[in-house]
């Protein structure tokens, strides 16, 4: 099933993966790899400082450590990472990062993030796609993942057999170098090579968009809280297992109960409004500011960003102003000057008649620390990102990508 195969699974062991970019005894590579860490951990804070419901960040664990730790992660966490996980990456192309780690490994790393990034897109699009599309990029990620263990393999072993040489020189004694070969990470397990049946799965059963099992993921933890006083027999274990399953279905009886139903406040939007205020006088102020910029499509296809000047006056929406002649694709995205324009096009009375009126959402992201901060790329809801023609599109690999150039 999509949650369990491709976000606990392959995106779980992919983002484990991340460190072999870098051999950590080398001091350039290992400074390298701290830059680009705290790099990924503050774009990740940036993603979930708008609470956005379909894209759900979660801070990365064991940092201290150095390391990508996903521990208290859920299924929509990893679906988050996977949505902005090119955007993450950026600075494996820029800067000190992209002069101290292999040029070979990065490329190999870059081709199998993207043809991933594309894979998830097809499969969990809103609109319908071939499955002769999602079957060649199943063939791409596979083949990706095959050329990164390759040339990580063989690099880290030639690392680490020059680190042992100066070791046994150094002492002055001989040792044998064994060289332990291990599986590939991507024939491990089940979850890889059962991609290759998503295209049968979609053609017998429809889109898999509509196969989400990560609902109530964390309702194991009811079962937790009756462990500690279980005793060691079958007959208590039914009881309590019993009385859970009255309870649950219980809860799910009144779910519709309006006597029972308390009034909940979310932190999660599908759109952030933003307000006039101390921090922003204006909607220009948002752009110059905020490093994420959340927006809305309308049913006409038209871009806007909402500004809410006061509770009375209501939500105005702002179109975007693209000037492509200055962008670059970068990691697989297209990052264009994006600026809005200070007259409203539409002003609604509230949130829910402005959601009335969405087609879907995304959000505008900028590198931080960047001298253009006009510079953003856009992701949807809806998988799509907008390209360097100005259209909104599923993301398929650039030739460049492909090629490892």
Not at 72 to 87: E, G, I, K, M, P
Not at 340 to 350: D, G, M, N, T
Not at 386 to 400: F, T, V, Y
Request: net charge positive; aromatic share 10%.
């Amino acid at each position: 099933m999509p949650m369990h195969m491709c976000f606990l699974g392959i995106e779980k062991s992919l983002i484990a993966k991340t460190s072999m970019l870098a051999y950590r005894k080398d001091r350039g590579q290992n400074a390298a790899w701290h830059t680009l860490i705290n790099a990924i951990q503050g774009s990740q804070e940036t993603i979930n400082s708008v609470y956005l419901v379909w894209c759900l960040a979660m801070k990365f664990s064991d940092m201290e450590k150095k390391i990508l730790g996903t521990a208290n992660w859920q299924s929509d966490h990893y679906l988050a990472f996977t949505r902005v996980s090119l955007f993450h990456f950026l600075p494996l192309v820029k800067g000190e990062v992209a002069n101290n780690l292999d040029k070979h490994l990065v490329l190999a790393f870059r081709s199998m993030r993207v043809t991933w990034f594309c894979l998830i897109s097809h499969i969990f699009a809103e609109e319908k796609v071939p499955t002769e599309t999602i079957n060649v990029l199943v063939r791409l990620f596979l083949s990706s993942c095959r050329r990164l263990w390759i040339v990580g393999e063989n690099l880290h072993s030639n690392q680490e057999r020059d680190d042992r040489g100066k070791k046994r020189n150094a002492d002055d004694r001989t040792s044998t170098i064994t060289d332990k070969k291990k599986a590939p990470f991507y024939v491990r397990g089940a979850n890889y090579l059962s991609l290759l049946n998503i295209g049968d799965m979609i053609k017998e059963t429809g889109s898999m968009r509509h196969c989400w099992e990560g609902e109530n993921e964390s309702y194991i933890q009811n079962f937790k809280r009756e462990v500690s006083t279980m005793k060691h027999t079958e007959q208590y274990l039914k009881t309590i297992l019993t009385k859970m399953l009255r309870t649950d279905v219980l809860d799910s009886f009144n779910e519709t109960n309006p006597f029972l139903r308390a009034k909940k406040y979310s932190r999660t939007s599908h759109v952030r409004i933003y307000s006039r205020g101390v921090k922003y006088a204006c909607v220009e102020d948002v752009f110059s500011q905020e490093d994420i910029v959340s927006g809305v499509i309308d049913k006409n296809g038209n871009l806007l960003v909402c500004f809410e000047k006061s509770r009375v006056k209501g939500i105005g929406v702002h179109p975007l102003i693209f000037n492509d002649t200055n962008g670059s694709w970068t990691f697989n995205l297209w990052y264009t000057e994006t600026m809005p324009q200070s007259l409203l096009s539409h002003v609604y009375k509230s949130r829910e008649e402005l959601l009335q009126e969405c087609g879907d959402f995304f959000i505008l992201l900028r590198e931080k620390n960047t001298t253009n901060t006009s510079m953003r790329t856009m992701i949807c809801r809806s998988w799509r990102v907008r390209d360097d023609k100005g259209k909104l599109r599923l993301p398929l690999p650039l030739k460049n990508v492909l090629l490892m150039k």
